[in-house]
């Protein structure tokens, strides 16, 4: 499977966005971007996935890269609830892959 | 969204018994299943994917004789630990994936493992 490269940990402000990037370089034309989020002591939460147009919902945005060769997952109101480890993942053969995503704190 | 619920939410055995944790998709049909295991401060590890009616795909390093996995319906999916030891103390979290929706993945809430 192609790999992300994220930052280990990122900081926001409670009430400012919040762009979390991710790489995926070795990205194949068919492999879905995905996000995911995990909050302590729970299963992953679903958050958002794209192919190669930008793709918004109730939860962020993602912007993709002309290349696809990297992504931004974008949180545009950060609350203290979206304290998290977020991760971006490359869909292929049938399987999530999870790397070690982005810790996220939000500062009040 | 989709719902997908584990139980039990955490369990302590002893050292040597076995342990049966239950995964089920409420509200849609699930053809595939995955079950993953998180040891603290780690990232979620795939152990095997499971298709209904069919035996599982473990992942290299999984012992399949060791974690059991069972889909015996589109809704149902269980994993049990025989003779559980102490290093099999992790968090198990499964996931599914909805018939038709071959994109996206639920996660259940998780199920907390402690051997002693």
């Known amino acids: 499977d192609a790999k992300t490269t994220q930052p280990n940990s990122m900081e926001s402000n409670e009430e400012e966005p919040v762009h979390l990037p991710c790489n995926h370089s070795?990205?194949?034309?068919?492999?879905?971007i995905h996000w995911y989020r995990q909050l302590p002591s729970q299963g992953p939460e679903y958050v958002i996935h794209?192919?190669?147009s930008n793709v918004n919902n109730r939860m962020a945005s993602l912007a993709i890269a002309e290349d696809r060769k990297s992504s931004t997952l974008i949180l545009h109101r950060a609350t203290l609830r979206d304290a998290a480890v977020y991760y971006c993942?490359?869909?292929?053969?049938?399987?999530?892959?999870f790397g070690t995503g982005t810790r996220l704190t939000i500062i009040p | 969204g989709a719902v997908v619920s584990q139980h039990p939410s955490r369990v302590i055995c002893k050292s040597g018994t076995s342990v049966k944790i239950e995964c089920r998709s409420l509200?849609?049909?699930?053809?595939?299943m995955f079950w993953y295991r998180q040891f603290p401060k780690q990232s979620l590890m795939l152990m095997a994917t499971?298709?209904?009616?069919?035996?599982?795909?473990?992942e290299q390093g999984v012992e399949k004789d060791k974690f059991l996995i069972n889909h015996a319906s589109l809704t149902l999916s269980t994993l049990t630990v025989t003779s559980a030891h102490p290093e099999d103390s992790s968090f198990y979290i499964c996931?599914?994936?909805?018939?038709?929706?071959?994109?996206?993945?639920?996660f259940g809430p998780g199920t907390r493992l402690l051997v002693l």
């Open positions: 996931s599914a994936r909805a018939l038709g929706y071959q994109e996206t993945q639920y």
């Open positions: 070795t990205i194949s034309g068919t492999d879905y």
């Open positions: 794209g192919l190669t």
């Open positions: 993942i490359l869909f292929g053969n049938e399987k999530l892959t």
């Open positions: 509200d849609f049909q699930a053809t595939t």
């Open positions: 499971s298709n209904e009616g069919s035996k599982a795909t473990y």
